[in-house]
Nanobody, 123 residues
């Protein structure tokens, strides 16, 4: 089983920034497409951003496009989510996911998941 460990969540005021990190110490990180999903209380887990194994394909949910940036460092086995201009509606638990196949916006497209990190944006 491949372990994913998220960090970087916290409490921030609206308009602020946070950077989430996801470490994948095992497995063959350079071959995985990576993604971030989020789940707010009482809502379904939703797609946020994804990046292909080599970084050449990147996709974002419309709700975060222009504010969030996903990046992948294959040498360090890390994936990041830089979140700027945060809004209260961005409040959720953010999950990192890895796929042995390509980029997908669907939860079922991912093989491994982290435990999540809480992001809270106050108004």
């Amino acid at each position: 089983q491949v372990q994913l460990v998220e960090s970087g969540g916290g409490l921030v005021q609206a308009g602020g920034s946070l950077r989430l990190s996801c470490a994948v110490p095992g497995g063959t990180f350079s071959t995985y497409a990576m993604a971030w999903f989020r789940q707010a209380p009482g809502k379904e887990r939703e797609f946020v951003a994804a990046i292909s194994a080599g970084g050449g394909i990147i996709e974002y949910a419309d709700s975060v496009k222009g504010r969030f940036t996903i990046s992948k460092d294959n040498a360090k086995k890390l994936v990041y989510l830089q979140m700027n201009s945060l809004k209260p509606e961005d409040t959720a638990v953010y999950y990192c996911a890895a796929a042995r196949s390509g980029v997908s916006r669907w939860k079922l497209g991912y093989d491994y998941w982290g435990q999540g990190t809480q992001v809270t944006v106050s108004s």
